[in-house]
């Protein structure tokens, strides 16, 4: 079992910044794929980006290449996702989730996923 819990979400001025965390329990983290995923007032769901635990590979929706990266830190148990060049339409609840398999699969894969943390850009 892994809980996540997000966190760094605000309120942010177009063009700003602002860095993610999502904490993770669990002694197994670093075995664990790692993605981002966001949903705006009455949009689904999207997928923002991932991170592979077998080789470190990342994955980007088209939207954000460029501008968010997302990293980890397995002796904090921590994924991190960092937000540059925002824009209003970046505006929505940012989730966390884990997937145990070795590399991304797509949203269905994962198993685990936080409560989320809303981050507002402002133009």
Do not use: H
């Not at 309120?11 to 995923?37: D, E, K, N, P």
């Not at 148990?77 to 937000?83: A, D, E, I, K, S």
Request: aromatic fraction near 12%.
């Amino acid at each position: 079992q892994v809980q996540l819990v997000e966190s760094g979400g605000g309120l942010v001025q177009a063009g700003g910044s602002l860095r993610l965390s999502c904490a993770a329990s669990g002694r197994t983290f670093s075995r664990y794929t790692m993605g981002w995923f966001r949903q705006a007032p009455g949009k689904e769901r999207e997928f923002v980006a991932a991170l592979s635990w077998s080789d470190g590979s990342t994955y980007y929706a088209d939207s954000v290449k460029g501008r968010f990266t997302i990293s980890r830190n397995n002796a904090k148990n921590t994924v991190y996702l960092q937000m540059n060049s925002l824009k209003p339409e970046d505006t929505a609840v940012y989730y966390c989730a884990a997937d145990p398999r070795p590399r991304y699969s797509g949203s269905r894969g994962m198993d685990y996923w936080g409560k989320g943390t809303l981050v507002t850009v402002s133009s």
